[in-house]
């Protein structure tokens, strides 16, 4: 990142933490809790994150020609190859012969994949190789291979649009402003660390909650990670359609009042979640990367799969031991905290113990992502 950008960061926290949490101005608001149970409002959430970029692997995961992995993104079934040029390409992992899965490993290297129904086969790129006994088949010649998929090797992670039908967008213009922020942040210099797959029993969007305030921080965190942020110091900001807010550590407070500017570590000693809509966050860990894939259940809004990957810095890729120290707290603080947070919030709702949810003034982004998501919804469902 920019110095200036840098900078203008630390200005900004300092002026926060120089006033101090903002109070609240107008009373609590409440939200209906079928936002996170309502089978239609799911639907079209669920048709929203098909039809936009999906965050399927960092690219690293890929790295040498012939490199598959097999995946599932809100109910599509998917292979993401990388071909002997090294480009990258997803499809359907379904024949088009009768409809049987074609790959059933889970990740490897590959020269063709071959369907174990008929052996009809296909390049890494999707498209027909052969039809086993062709001349028995068909007297004209076959060519549909794979379908494909959108997809595209951005910031160092591999973008899946899962709805085959969906209106051509880049990973660039659904990024908005966010993607020159992306580049600013270095993330094309990260690489794979680990990655992890969580089997939730919440709506995805309870999962997203947590990054959008701290007001949970002292309490929920309070054994793990709340002794190292002093509380409620938050610093939201908008990107487009997309949100972010940067969370100091002490350690960064103790920098910005009593060092010079000129001596200021910001991006060291911070941490910032980059919401994009809908359904993935970049969470900036001072230097490193926890991307999180949120995949709600295609049928089911209680249920959701969370993706986690850790991307490093490819230059520091040495320093394993502060690495595994990172990724051992970020699986324990996130899943062990606040996804279990979410599914408790989850039961009580389905329990229908909850009659409303309230949402105080510094939570208020919970509800702009929510209206965010909406629209996203209702303009992919082409609804008002």
Request: with cysteine; charged share 25%; proline share 6%.
């Amino acid at each position: 990142m920019q110095r200036e950008q840098e900078l203008a960061i630390g200005d900004a926290l300092l002026e926060r933490i120089q006033a101090g949490p903002p109070p609240a101005t107008t009373r609590a608001a409440s939200i209906d809790p079928s936002i996170y149970t309502d089978a239609d409002r799911h639907r079209r959430e669920v048709a929203a994150i098909a039809a936009s970029p999906v965050a399927a692997l960092a690219s690293s995961e890929l790295a040498e020609p012939g490199s598959f992995v097999t995946t599932t993104l809100v109910g599509t079934p998917i292979i993401i190859t990388r071909d002997r040029d090294g480009v990258v390409h997803a499809m359907r992992n379904v024949c088009a012969h009768r409809g049987a899965t074609v790959e059933t490993r889970e990740s490897g290297s590959a020269r063709i994949f071959s369907c174990g129904f008929h052996a009809w086969s296909y390049e890494l790129d999707g498209s027909l190789r052969s039809i086993s006994d062709a001349s028995l088949f068909s007297f004209g010649p076959c060519t549909t291979g794979l379908r494909p998929l959108r997809c595209e090797e951005r910031h160092g992670i591999i973008w899946i649009t899962p709805c085959a039908d969906a209106v051509d967008e880049s990973v660039a213009d659904w990024l908005d402003q966010v993607d020159a922020f992306f580049d600013e942040l270095g993330l094309s210099d990260m690489e794979h660390y680990a990655s992890t797959t969580y089997e939730l029993g919440c709506n995805w969007k309870l999962l997203t909650d947590g990054f959008l305030e701290v007001y949970h921080l002292k309490y929920l965190h309070r054994d793990s990670i709340a002794p190292y942020f002093p509380a409620n110091t938050f610093l939201p900001r908008r990107f487009g359609p997309h949100f972010a807010g940067w969370l100091p550590k002490n350690r960064l407070v103790s920098n910005l009042t009593e060092e010079p500017r000129d001596d200021w570590k910001v991006l060291d000693r911070l941490t910032g979640a980059i919401v994009l809509v809908p359904g993935t966050i970049v969470q900036w860990q001072a230097g490193h990367i926890e991307l999180f894939s949120l995949r709600p259940d295609p049928v089911d809004p209680s249920r959701s799969t969370a993706r986690l990957t850790m991307m490093i810095p490819s230059a520091r890729a040495d320093e394993t031991e502060l690495w595994e120290r990172n990724w051992e707290r970020v699986c324990v603080t996130i899943p062990e905290e606040d996804f279990a947070a979410a599914v408790d919030v989850q039961r009580n709702i389905d329990a229908g113990m909850v009659d409303r949810l309230q949402i105080g003034n510094n939570e208020h982004a919970l509800i702009e992502h929510i209206d965010a998501v909406t629209e996203r919804a209702n303009s992919t469902s082409g609804r008002d």
